[in-house]
């Protein structure tokens, strides 16, 4: 095992300086908050991290939940991280305080979730799920539902979950068939089967809060359909005594990797004595859980940067270590007299090390910014400035999902490269962070789904304006960056992919126009990768021009050598992996069709 796995320092970084908490702590809703208490919320959440989650990180791989005699069977660290998280805050911090809540802002819950995810990417989703279905009932259900099932979420005696998948529908939510029946008592009956659970059930939590989507008879077809429910595993009565209400743990699923945070198969209803609870109006179900999607994404990309960063100081810290080969000497030989090298000297070993930089820094601060818009959406006092954080966030939020699951897989496996054959071994822990990610790039719609999502709707997002608008944001830091010595060039080279993207649309769009849905978003996971490169590549100009400044006026919090690495992973990412977008481009500008089906099929 590693010795570190986050850098607290940049965290605070990227989360005071980069993104201004402090324009968030302005507002009204946040006036009990400044920066010195912020950081030691957050020192109390590394703390907590390394007590409590990083030293069981490998255990919880190697005894993985399972399910036996009707339930599924955690690490015991699941009840530290329900019960001590939640009276540390972090299932209710960004809640009211009429609702049980601290009022911190998503930002610094961003931050602390990603300390946290670093350490041990298999605890945080139970009281992150916990978190999420909580702010369901609170945003959409009754007064009743909330005082009788949310307290005890919010403190961690209760889980909670979203039950969405069924056995025959994924992404296809318009196909589930899990049936709501009403009643003459108020309340309807389920029946059916959710697969994918996260968090489904364990022995740690009292009871388990299901928010589910179900169908009620005779509801419109399609997603028009769906209604919301809270289906708790044990009903509570008036005495707050708790009842079977026949949800079953059929099966859990044993995965290549977050083998410590269980999933789990659901059966509802068996026994016709399963009572669900309607949360708001009847279909508007996944309307409300929609609604609350664009902080489940984030949670996602915070997650797989976050694991991203657990493997970078890994593959840093053998990298300090291990001794290997010679340095060439300037006539191509090596002097085998000389001690051998570490290997952290050989530029390829550094280079890798610096992709791995780039991409963990470049996403956190990519994640951190999405929080933010989220913060300054909330908290607007006028409808065009909500307008205008809700349009950044819709627009950026496929990116932040993706980038840093596909970017974090490319990462983990450079890192797991520097290892050598060491980090194909199960003593290294890189294999480990290499199989938890790769989750990520399935969780809460796919990469594909995402990319769609991006091409098809965000490009189009109002006739263009958020396109409009976001790259009004990237132009006040291109501003910046030309007027810091220094960032010039970067800032150039970064103005030239904004204006390769707009070739590109202008190629593809015409293929909308004309109704060609198909042939238009065929290749939307390539656009993906092209766009995400260029909002990558803004993100580490918006640090490098943080970065610069603070060496140019000497304003600096930390050694001068942490300014100058920013820089460098910055030099890295423009010279390395920017370019990438001139053959993305090629790929998506030639007219070949040949992943479109053909009615005579090639592919056997």
């Not at 930002?107 to 298999?122: C, P, Q, R, S």
């Not at 999420?132 to 961690?156: D, H, N, Q, R, V």
């Not at 100009?541 to 300014?563: C, N, P, Q």
């Not at 910055?570 to 030639?590: D, R, S, W």
């Amino acid at each position: 095992m590693a010795t570190k796995y986050v850098d607290l320092p940049t965290v605070k970084f990227l989360m005071n300086q980069v993104q201004d908490l402090n324009t968030v702590l302005t507002k009204e809703r946040y006036q009990d908050h400044d920066t010195e208490s912020v950081d030691l919320f957050l020192d109390s959440v590394k703390q907590f991290a390394d007590k409590e989650l990083f030293p069981y990180f490998k255990e919880m791989d190697e005894k993985p939940a399972y399910h036996k005699d009707g339930t599924v069977h955690v690490h015991p660290q699941v009840e530290k991280m329900m019960l001590e998280g939640g009276a540390l805050g972090l299932i209710s911090a960004p809640f009211d305080y009429e609702d049980g809540g601290l009022q911190i802002p998503l930002l610094v819950h961003t931050a602390a979730g990603y300390i946290l995810d670093a350490a041990n990417n298999h605890l945080p989703g139970y009281s992150g799920l916990t978190s999420g279905a909580a702010e369901l009932i609170i945003a959409f259900g009754s007064s009743a539902l909330k005082e009788k099932f949310t307290p005890k979420m919010l403190t961690g005696e209760w889980g909670g979950t979203m039950c969405l998948t069924e056995p025959q529908a994924g992404s296809s939510l318009s196909d589930i068939v899990t049936k709501a029946t009403p009643t003459d008592q108020g309340h309807y009956k389920i029946s059916g089967q959710k697969i994918f659970i996260s968090g489904g059930d364990h022995q740690y939590a009292d009871n388990i809060v299901h928010l589910l989507l179900a169908r009620i008879e005779g509801a419109p077809a399609g997603t028009k359909g769906i209604s919301l429910f809270v289906v708790p595993k044990f009903r509570p009565d008036a005495d707050g005594n708790l009842h079977s209400n026949d949800v079953t743990t059929v099966a859990d699923f044993q995965k290549m990797g977050q083998r410590g945070y269980c999933t789990t198969h659901l059966g509802f209803g068996d026994k016709d004595d399963c009572e669900g609870y309607l949360v708001g109006e009847v279909n508007k179900g996944l309307h409300y859980m929609f609604l609350m999607m664009n902080g489940a994404r984030i949670a996602v990309g915070r997650t797989a940067s976050a694991i991203a960063s657990g493997a970078y100081y890994a593959s840093l810290e053998y990298a300090n270590e291990r001794p290997q080969g010679r340095k060439l000497s300037s006539d191509g030989t090596k002097n085998l007299k000389q001690k051998q090298s570490l290997i952290v000297e050989h530029p390829d070993v550094r280079r890798m090390l610096l992709l791995q930089k780039a991409m963990v820094e470049g996403s956190m601060n990519l994640v951190f910014r999405a929080a933010r818009y989220h913060d300054l959406e909330h908290t607007a006092t006028d409808e065009k400035e909500k307008h205008k954080y809700h349009t950044l966030l819709e627009m950026i939020i496929p990116v932040v999902k993706t980038y840093p699951s596909e970017g974090g897989i490319y990462s983990i496996n450079n890192g797991l490269q520097v290892l050598g054959g060491y980090g194909f071994c199960a003593d290294y822990i890189l294999q480990q962070y290499y199989r938890d990610i790769r989750i990520c790039a399935i969780y809460e719609g796919t990469t594909g789904i995402q990319s769609q999502d991006l091409l098809g709707r965000k490009m189009m997002l109002n006739n263009g304006e958020g396109a409009q608008l976001l790259m009004a944001e990237i132009n006040e830091t291109l501003e910046a960056s030309l007027q810091t010595p220094g960032l010039e060039n970067w800032a150039k080279h970064l103005a030239e992919q904004l204006q390769l993207t707009q070739q590109l649309l202008e190629h593809l769009v015409p293929f909308a126009m004309k109704g060609d849905y198909e042939r238009f978003l065929a290749d939307a996971s390539i656009f993906m990768e092209f766009f995400s490169l260029i909002i990558i590549g803004w993100s580490w100009l918006e640090i490098g021009v943080v970065s610069k400044r603070a060496l140019i006026t000497g304003d600096i919090s930390h050694e001068a050598e942490f300014y100058e690495s920013k820089l460098e992973a910055l030099e890295y990412f423009f010279v390395y992996e920017l370019p990438k977008t001139k053959g993305h481009a090629e790929i998506l500008m030639h007219p070949s069709s040949v992943t479109i089906k053909k009615e005579k099929e090639y592919i056997s």
